[in-house]
């Protein structure tokens, strides 16, 4: 997976690294260096109030999937207890179902933790609570004016 590095834009020091699939957050992209007080935006970072939320964040497809995939491997992994792995030590037979058991419990949780968060409507009442969030550093002009030397298209209703 590629790497990118963000350096400070006064000292040079490396802020931080991330991978282009590294996990999105919403909130402030806007940081300071700690070394020199420079400002910078954290690419991983979004203000939703300028870019919206994902079209798929409350789609239930992917975490209906996620979930019955899991199922499958957790039910493969418990499968293959007590089963003889050729080639495998005797004193390794319990990793491979062990190792295939947690990958399909982790995954199958995951995924219904998500379902369970999209048919309560927890999830889209905490987008709402980050939206509100959002709206209201944007009324602050400095930050607003911040964002837009770093390059972000500002909406008129913010300037």
Known sequence: MEQFEVKCRGCGKKLLTYSKG?????????????????????????EIALEGIPGDTFSITSYLVLAIIGGLILYRGIYLFGRHQLGTPDSMQWMMPTVISFVGAVMTIGGLIELIAIWTGWKKKWFERLGRESEIRMQNKSYVFTLQSLGYDIPEKYL
């Open 22 to 46: 590294s996990c999105i957050r919403y909130r402030s992209p806007l940081k300071t260096c700690r070394k020199c007080g420079t400002k910078y935006a954290d690419p991983r970072c979004r």
